[in-house]
């Protein structure tokens, strides 16, 4: 559609240039005092130009409103038994990610990176747990907007691996350029491989470092309100943290996931993203290390 336009705006434009120069010249050559009427074969000259204006800006419409329907129906036929189903949530301001299971115990709860599949449907069941959010990965479909109390379903499917990144396109308060996700589109076998991974429980520590960090984690703010399975933190107002070194950012995208950067959110995070729902941890520089150190195990 982009293309299409691109060129009929650039014919229109270029004929609208070729029509002032050319009366231009005209005004030049004749005479002011003796006006011409213009000929009879000028006029019907005129009358076929607009009329194959017309007509081709109808057949242009035309088609343009087939390839919409026709790619309408392509996405509603991608309804299929084999489907992955994925709940999405939007919070202020970052993405809670489930994958669901018809077995409680193997459902899996990620945020702010989606995986999928290659060449298999995926519905997206997507609402809201505090204002309206809108989910929007371009390159993969169009935006559904999130309604607090309201769920709807998309449906989408990626015909090629890759990376795709996505965006809240509806403003959500202080942060809403900061809400940003990805989608993971890779074969078959290398997403269930990856699904199995989440399902298992976070990798206990092994050294004496990270072990204390994750008594720091346990006994400060952080349980309260992240989740880390096969612990007893269960916090549910945060991101599922079970397996955050495998995602590539922090903050929802504001951030790329790396020790330095980690520590930064960790001590300050308003520093970063100003109004998100984080308070500051004031640890000693021991217990911030020992706490790294824990969080770069769950993988």
């Not at 290659?118 to 069941?125: G, N, T």
Request: aromatic share 8%.
């Amino acid at each position: 559609m982009l293309l299409v336009t691109t060129i009929v705006f650039v014919v229109s434009v270029a004929f609208v240039v070729a029509a002032f120069a050319r009366g231009v010249r005209r005004r030049r050559d004749r005479s002011a005092s003796t006006p011409e009427r213009p000929a009879p074969s000028s006029e019907r000259s005129l009358s076929r130009w607009v009329a194959g204006g017309v007509a081709i800006t109808v057949v242009i419409l035309v088609a343009l409103l087939v390839a919409s329907v026709w790619t309408g129906r392509t996405i509603a036929s991608l309804h299929a038994s084999s489907a992955v189903t994925i709940e999405v949530t939007g919070h202020q301001w970052w993405w809670e990610i489930v994958y669901d299971d018809a077995v409680p115990s193997r459902r899996v709860q990620t945020a702010n990176e989606v995986h999928v599949p290659l060449d298999r449907p995926v519905v997206l069941k997507v609402t809201s747990r505090d204002v309206i959010h809108s989910f929007w990965a371009p390159n993969l479909h169009g935006k559904r907007d999130l309604i607090p109390g309201y769920t709807t379903a998309i449906w989408l499917q990626a015909d090629r691996a890759g990376i795709f990144r996505g965006q809240c396109a509806e403003f959500c308060g202080l942060q809403h350029a900061h809400m940003a996700f990805d989608v993971v589109a890779e074969p078959e076998a290398d997403f269930e491989r990856w699904l199995d991974g989440m399902r298992q429980p976070a990798r206990p520590p092994q050294s004496e470092t990270e072990r204390r960090g994750r008594d720091v984690f346990m006994t400060t703010r952080c349980a309260g309100c992240h989740t880390v399975q096969g612990t007893d933190a269960h916090g549910q107002v945060a991101p599922d943290l079970t397996h955050m070194g495998t995602r590539s950012t922090i903050g929802a995208g504001t951030l790329p996931n790396t020790r330095e950067h980690m520590q930064a959110w960790i001590r300050d995070p308003q520093a970063s993203k100003p109004g998100n729902q984080m308070p500051p941890n004031p640890l000693s520089a021991d217990d911030l290390q020992a706490l790294l150190a824990y969080l770069e195990t769950l993988r």
